[in-house]
């Protein structure tokens, strides 16, 4: 078995050959900051250096100067202009299929809708019961709003959902079914473009969660013939607390299926104010209310970084992280208890790790003591997430370290 030394001489070997290294210096890091390991760019990116001069330039020069002329400078065309950035850097999607808007749980809402009401008929939501909660909240609502049965498929938390159990779930009655490519707690990858596959066969329509995927594994939305998707971009993205989702919707479905919360900026003359809800052609009758432009800017910070850095060079870097941090907890952890939450297989694997133990709800805030920062899930689970431009394989090394010491106590 490798010692310590052994094991901290690889971190730093692998950070030399890393040839994303040099993104790091490229996040803020403030003079004070305590923090030793941060293992949680999963849950929340750390912000961008150069984010504070763009927020004071917008401040001054856009909103400061243009007041309310910016929003027909551009500020109107930013849901879909930067929608089409990250359509184009991490998700597959050629232009004019993707918003930047509202939460990801209202655009999931919408989504949703739009899906089983272009599905007539069909009375089954299928999803499965390791879902994100406010992916399943959001299914329950609709379902007994418009009558619906949710289908639920028993999923392994420390694995994901298969195409083999897709295709035992679906068929003629399926109007939808809502799955995570990335899994929040295990971090499973699914089969994204089979399952769509069969879904397909069945005569259902599919709506992929990428809040764990976007920014971190390659998503190809339009290769898989998707039909609906929605993620967050405060995770991988680096979009900072509360900044808004995204949607996706296939252009198949434009001018078809139509979202229910009909507002101004889905109208398609919102400035003439006129009586009747016509929608906007295309991916603009997504939209609903104003804007959050403000909210935008960090994302725009991390898109700079991400189609600089290109998401294959950021999936092959994720998966030497997490790899590390595997054989780190074989090294020293699962000879003490632990037990890892999470599947081995590369292929399967996203850009995050649970690993397990009865104690952890409390050895996680000893680690947050320590500037250790990984997340805690419900009931035993340890999340180590791995933002790749952001993090180093010292910092893993060093997070983990802390963790052995812990366990081993
Ligand atoms: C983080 C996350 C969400 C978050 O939804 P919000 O509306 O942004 O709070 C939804 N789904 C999944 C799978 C997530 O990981």
New binding site residues.
């Given amino acids: 078995m490798p010692d310590r030394t052994d094991l901290l001489a690889k971190a730093h070997a692998l950070d030399e050959a890393d040839p994303l290294r040099g993104f790091r210096d490229r996040f803020l890091t403030p003079d004070g900051a305590d923090v030793v390991a941060y293992l949680d760019g999963n849950?929340l990116g750390r912000p961008a250096g150069a984010l504070p001069e763009h927020m004071d330039r917008f401040i001054h020069q856009q909103w400061g100067q243009r007041l309310i002329r910016g929003w027909t400078d551009e500020w109107l065309d930013w849901p879909v202009t930067v929608g089409d950035r990250l359509g184009r850097a991490a998700l597959g999607a050629e232009p004019g299929q993707v918003v930047v808007a509202d939460?990801?749980?209202?655009m999931?809402y919408k989504l949703a809708r739009a899906a089983v009401a272009a599905r007539p008929g069909r009375r089954e939501i299928v999803l499965d019961t390791d879902?994100?909660p406010?992916?399943r909240y959001v299914l329950e609502g609709i379902a007994a709003e418009r009558d619906l049965v949710l289908k639920w498929i028993e999923t392994d938390p420390a694995a994901g959902i298969t195409d083999e159990q897709v295709a035992a779930a679906v068929g003629p009655d399926t109007a939808l079914v809502v799955f995570?490519h990335v899994a929040?707690r295990s971090g499973y990858l699914a089969d994204a473009e089979a399952i769509t596959r069969t879904a397909h066969r069945a005569g259902a329509l599919v709506l992929w969660?990428l809040?764990?995927s976007a920014g971190s594994v390659p998503v190809e939305l339009d290769e898989w013939g998707a039909d609906f998707a929605v993620g967050?971009t405060?995770?991988y993205l680096n979009g900072g607390p509360g900044s808004p989702?995204f949607g996706y919707v296939n252009r198949r479905h434009h001018g078809s299926a139509q979202q229910p919360i009909w507002g101004w900026m889905g109208h398609r003359e919102p400035f003439e104010m006129g009586p009747g809800y016509h929608p906007a052609d295309g991916i603009r009758g997504v939209l609903s209310g104003t804007p959050p432009i403000l909210a935008m800017l960090p994302l725009l910070a991390g898109l700079d970084m991400l189609e600089e850095a290109g998401i294959e060079a950021v999936r092959a870097k994720s998966l030497l992280l997490t790899e590390f941090a595997l054989e780190l907890a074989e090294s020293w952890l699962f000879d003490r208890g632990v037990q890892l939450a999470s599947p081995r297989e590369s292929e399967r694997r996203g850009g995050h790790i649970t690993v397990r133990r009865a104690d952890f709800r409390e050895i996680t805030d000893k680690l947050w003591d320590r500037g250790v920062i990984p997340d805690f899930r419900a009931p035993d689970g340890i999340r180590i997430g791995l933002a790749p431009l952001s993090t180093s394989f010292v910092e893993v090394h060093n997070g983990l370290a802390a963790l052995r010491e812990l366990v081993v106590a």
């Fill in positions: 849950s939460s990801t749980t209202v999931l879902n994100f406010t992916d995570s929040y969660d809040c764990h967050c405060y995770k989702a």
